[in-house]
């Protein structure tokens, strides 16, 4: 896959602090756990999970099920059928078997920026967030996770991960802006 090119001194940095997540010891449980969380959110099936519970309390929790998945939908077609078919961007080299080849998870065929992984993530965190506030740090800790999780695994460069959390982050402004505009429109 041919990319195109980020600025140079970014892109130096970029790779260099994926090199510095690559070569960073960890215990194998943190390698698991993060290699596991990072499967996980394939899909979104995190967010859908707690989506699902959240569908079963009526009044703002239900709304908040229904405006984080909105969110998580408009970040993966930002992500998946704009942002990365038009950046093309690589995906990490990872020589194998690596100093940690515990950690890595099967590495995707799509382009590396954004990472869609964290804009779905963020968007949900972001959009939940809004209507239950509650929900705010949670799940931005787990979104933030969500994110690490794939430099850490190997597939993305940190400016992948800062990319997609940018673009849900916007995703989930768009669909919340959107939800309010509707709700005064009914009243």
């Not at 703002?60 to 909105?70: E, H, K, S, V, Y």
């Not at 080299?93 to 920026?113: C, D, I, L």
């Amino acid at each position: 896959m041919s990319g195109r090119p980020l600025p140079r001194g970014l892109g130096e940095l970029d790779a260099r602090a994926y090199a510095a997540v690559a070569r960073m010891p960890a215990p194998e449980a943190v390698d698991a756990a993060v290699r596991t969380l990072s499967r996980a959110a394939n899909h979104s099936k995190i967010s859908f999970t707690i989506a699902a519970l959240l569908a079963t309390r009526p009044g703002r929790p239900r709304l908040a099920a229904a405006t984080g998945l909105g969110a998580v939908g408009v970040a993966s077609v930002g992500a998946n059928l704009l942002a990365k078919r038009l950046a093309r961007r690589p995906r990490p080299p990872r020589a194998e078997p690596g100093p940690f080849p515990r950690r890595h998870v099967v590495m995707p065929h799509s382009a590396s920026f954004p990472s869609g992984h964290t804009a779905s993530a963020v968007a949900f965190a972001v959009a939940v967030g809004k209507v239950l506030p509650t929900m705010a740090a949670p799940l931005g800790a787990l979104a933030a996770i969500v994110g690490y999780s794939r430099v850490h695994t190997g597939v993305h460069y940190p400016g992948d991960v800062a990319g997609g959390a940018a673009l849900g982050a916007a995703s989930a402004a768009l669909v919340l802006n959107a939800s309010r505009a509707t709700r005064r429109s009914v009243h």
